[in-house]
């Protein structure tokens, strides 16, 4: 895992080690940051599910103006930790070890505008995740929830002012992209 682009580009990132953490291959990275490159400039970004941090570290290196790392895992906390300071970001960066239903009780309306969401595939923690992100309404206007699942898996319906704007398919997994509107 690396860095794709941006001010760390090229740097290494530590991976976590075991089988419970599920990391987004550079290639799918790689072309999810070219869908979304316009909407990171400048924007506050939740990781949740974070893992090693790659995606939010990704986003920060591209321009995002800071980001909330969350997970769980002690190990991943500890390696997400490790990747931030590696990559330049902990003047940027907060960084949070609880499950992602309480996580998101911490933060006002109007948060973000980028949330990354890559729970484990078997958990089916996606519907009640998304639907706690849309009634808080953490998201901003315009803002972006970039979800990643498996191809096959059927994607919740959004809410009132929340549609999907795009879905990607890459090998097995699928990227959907849903936006708040005004």
Do not use: H
């Amino acid at each position: 895992m690396r860095v794709i682009t941006g001010t760390a580009r090229g740097r290494k990132l530590k991976p976590v080690e075991g089988m419970n953490t599920r990391p987004t291959s550079d290639w799918t990275k790689e072309s999810l940051f070219n869908a979304i490159q316009f909407d990171i400039e400048g924007r506050r970004v939740l990781d949740l599910f974070s893992g090693t941090g790659q995606l939010g570290i990704e986003a920060l290196s591209r321009g995002a103006r800071d980001a909330v790392f969350v997970d769980v895992s002690p190990a991943a906390v500890k390696i997400t930790r490790e990747n931030v300071r590696s990559a330049g970001f902990d003047d940027v960066s907060e960084i949070v070890q609880a499950d992602a239903l309480s996580a998101l009780t911490r933060y006002p309306k109007d948060r973000f505008g980028l949330i990354f969401l890559d729970p484990p595939y078997e958990a089916e923690l996606l519907s009640t995740v998304l639907n706690t992100i849309m009634t808080r309404k953490l998201l901003c206007e315009g803002g972006l929830i970039v979800c990643e699942t498996l191809r096959k898996m059927t994607f919740p319906v959004c809410p009132e002012n929340f549609r999907v704007i795009r879905e990607y398919v890459y090998g097995k997994t699928k990227i959907t992209l849903i936006t708040r509107n005004a």
